[in-house]
């Protein structure tokens, strides 16, 4: 925190969490004693603190298992867009001997000091992609490899590996090297770390340029950013602690085209925002993110072998959505209000072991006014006095979702479902963001399996 000595006031400057390993003088391992828990924000401490260590012990293999699925992405790097940079210029090495003040009683080198000698050889590098007053953002997981004693030689070395809209990561790689060492150019790996910052010109981030990888170790670190920015997105919505606000507005049936309205314009407002990133890909399907503010949005984009007057049809009819998705258990039609209106009461499924969660939503649809044009299914949540929150259920909030349905031709078309993620609707997300699960990308394949073998009710001659 930091004080303004004059006015009193108090501002969050940053949080970290460290962890210590106690270590004994002999084989045995120390067992330390349970923290004693007294108040309700202790147990919400020790909660998050089981979560984030449940996240970093399972980091590696994650990072693993999406660098593997990398090689799907290929589609997706540009060959010469305009504007992208290399990132050989961003090169950056720097070495500094340890002297006894940058050591302990041990004669170690402090953590703090190796820490800030990163920061700052990590600073210069990002520094070349643009001129203007840089800030560190965060850090993902600076790694004590090793020690490093008074007398080492020790060099840094930092490069830019991508970028994402207004932000940069940077890779540090830290070797050690003795007397010794250093004669036969035999160095130890002591630590890494990846630097995520910011830029700004005056009072706005600034965007970066796009990175155009060239070598294959270029490859490695743009595909390697990619992935650590999606663990970090889901790290960080996994274990937040946000509690809902809510959002829904009354339902009144003498505003409904007002209403109805303002429902498709905020997903259509939503769909042409700036700054949407790839976080996923696979056949037929392509997952994007877009954070604002700490506010996160979900473009899950699917091809599909249908017509796009039936992928309209079958998808407005929110009936039939627990016929292919998951996360939705029932869903009941409370007032057919017009042709293209219609409130429904939804039911989901448990998630991490708390009470189903149930929701009221108004869904609007609306035709293409010319033929090319994308069909619209809005959906957002409203309040009715008939249908007040259960206990038996969490009442959750849909802040803005829906689907834009694009043809392609005759037979085929694209569906896109956006979704302004709420904190009650988080936890079906955060998982499949983090790189963990497959939630929407098998509720996708779900979606295009229901929409290109529709079920045979009658439903299809209707129209």
């Not at 006015?7 to 004994?24: D, H, N, P, Q, R």
């Not at 409130?343 to 293409?368: A, E, G, W």
């Not at 569906?415 to 939630?439: E, R, T």
Request: aromatic residues 10%; hydrophobic residues 40%; charged residues 25%.
């Amino acid at each position: 925190m930091v004080q303004d000595v004059l006015t009193g006031i108090e501002k969050l400057v940053s949080v970290a969490f460290s962890t210590f390993v106690a270590k004994a003088v002999g084989k045995e391992k120390i067992h330390l004693k349970p923290v004693t828990l007294l108040t309700e924000q202790d147990h919400v401490e020790h909660s998050l603190a089981a979560e984030r260590r449940r996240v970093r012990l399972q980091h590696e293999e994650t990072f693993n298992n999406l660098m593997k699925e990398s090689s799907k992405l290929d589609d997706l790097i540009f060959d010469e867009e305009e504007g992208a940079v290399s990132t050989r210029g961003t090169s950056v090495q720097s070495i500094e001997l340890v002297l006894p003040p940058h050591a302990n009683h041990h004669g170690n080198t402090f953590g703090g000091q190796i820490m800030a000698w990163m920061e700052t050889v990590a600073t210069i590098s990002a520094s070349r992609l643009c001129r203007a007053h840089l800030f560190l953002k965060s850090v993902d997981m600076f790694k004590f490899r090793g020690p490093s004693t008074v007398g080492d030689r020790l060099v840094f070395t930092a490069i830019v590996n991508n970028t994402f809209q207004t932000c940069v990561e940077v890779g540090v790689r830290v070797e050690a090297f003795d007397c010794q060492e250093w004669a036969e150019g035999r160095g130890r790996h002591i630590n890494s770390a990846f630097l995520i910052y910011n830029a700004a010109d005056k009072e706005n981030l600034i965007t970066f340029p796009r990175i155009q990888p060239i070598s294959k170790d270029d490859f490695r670190r743009y595909w390697g950013a990619i992935a650590r920015k999606r663990i970090r997105l889901g790290r960080k919505y996994v274990i937040s602690h946000k509690k809902e606000v809510p959002l829904s507005i009354h339902w009144d049936i003498s505003k409904q085209a007002s209403l109805s309205d303002s429902n498709v314009e905020a997903l259509k407002k939503l769909a042409a925002k700036k700054g949407w990133e790839v976080t996923s890909a696979v056949e037929k399907i392509k997952i994007y993110t877009l954070e604002e503010h700490d506010v996160l949005s979900v473009w899950v984009e699917k091809h599909v072998g249908s017509p796009a007057h039936l992928a309209y049809h079958l998808l407005s009819d929110f009936t039939k959505r627990p016929l292919w998705d998951p996360h939705f258990v029932s869903c009941e039609v409370i007032d057919w209000v017009s042709e293209d209106d219609q409130l429904y009461y939804i039911t989901c499924p448990i998630v991490n072991d708390d009470k189903p969660k149930d929701v009221v939503v108004l869904v609007s649809r609306r035709k293409p006014l010319k033929d090319g044009s994308t069909y619209t299914v809005a959906v957002k949540s409203v309040m009715l006095p008939s249908v007040p929150p259960s206990p038996q259920y969490i009442r959750s909030e849909i802040i803005c979702a829906g689907f834009l349905i694009h043809a392609i031709d005759s037979n085929s078309c694209i569906v896109s479902y956006f979704n302004h993620v709420s904190a009650s609707i988080l936890p079906y997300f955060a998982g499949n963001l983090g790189g963990w699960s497959k939630s929407i990308e098998e509720t996708a394949a779900s979606c295009i399996r229901f929409l290109e073998n529709p079920p045979d009710d009658g439903f299809i001659s209707t129209f």
